[in-house]
């Protein structure tokens, strides 16, 4: 499917590893511009045509210049996508989380692709529409034990993204989000308490690729019907709520 993104431009958090770093190369690859606004530093070997601004998603004032300074590099903004993801503490009981640390996920998770959306649209005002995919999580619409400001976050994303979807419509300007279970990525990986992903077996989930391709599909033209929607990425598991039932069925 030809998805023609070339020559549009593209706005994304968190673009320094993970699922972010992944949809940056993504986009060039298809020839879009791309702009990352990241708390770390440009990764080595980042091509150095990709425009890297260092800040925090949470603070307002950076996210507006981050854009501004998008639209005077490239002349406009296409697409912004919010991969910015922080998980709060995992495995607690809710009687021991702090207040600090059931804010801080709500706020970059939630705050931080609210503002992400209110300056990206902004932008795409003057360019007559354009496309906002944020990253959530399978935790937008499930939980476990131990997770209660991450789900709470993510649940957060997804409502955001409707009421976003309603309020932008008018102007051209859809709004969809995708929802994976755990990927194979650093942060994955440290809250599960893996150095690395060294087998099939300890591995959280696939690698982000399947989720790449579910944003560029929602950026691109090809989705222009599809506005307020949540793509649920679990690999079935919403369809197997007793995982210990599992067991293959005979097809005959």
Wanted: with cysteine.
């Amino acid at each position: 499917m030809n998805l023609n993104l070339g020559g549009s431009t593209v706005l994304l958090t968190c673009g320094a590893s993970g699922i972010g770093r992944a949809v940056a190369a993504a986009f060039r690859a298809e020839g879009a511009h791309v702009s990352v606004l990241d708390r770390g530093p440009r990764p080595a070997g980042e091509s150095t045509g990709v425009l890297w601004r260092q800040g925090d998603v949470t603070d307002e004032a950076t996210v507006a210049r981050t854009v501004k300074q998008t639209v005077a590099r490239f002349g406009g903004l296409d697409v912004a996508v919010g991969c910015a993801m922080a998980s709060g503490p995992m495995g607690e009981p809710t009687t021991r989380i702090r207040p600090d640390e059931f804010s801080h996920p709500v706020a970059v998770n939630l705050t931080g692709h609210f503002l992400l959306a209110k300056h990206a649209a902004r932008a795409m005002y003057d360019s007559g529409g354009g496309s906002v995919v944020m990253v959530g999580s399978v935790s937008s619409v499930v939980s476990a034990p131990g997770t209660v400001p991450y789900c709470a976050a993510n649940g957060g994303v997804l409502m955001l993204t409707r009421a976003l979807a309603v309020d932008l419509d008018a102007h051209g300007i859809r709004v969809n989000c995708v929802c994976p279970r755990t990927m194979d990525t650093p942060l994955s990986r440290m809250n599960l308490g893996l150095a690395k992903a060294s087998s099939d077996s300890q591995r959280p989930a696939p690698l982000p690729q399947g989720v790449v391709r579910s944003i560029l599909f929602f950026a691109s033209p090809a989705s222009a019907g599809i506005n307020g929607a949540a793509q649920i990425l679990d690999f079935g598991g919403l369809a197997h709520p007793f995982p210990s039932m599992r067991a293959p069925t005979p097809l005959s």
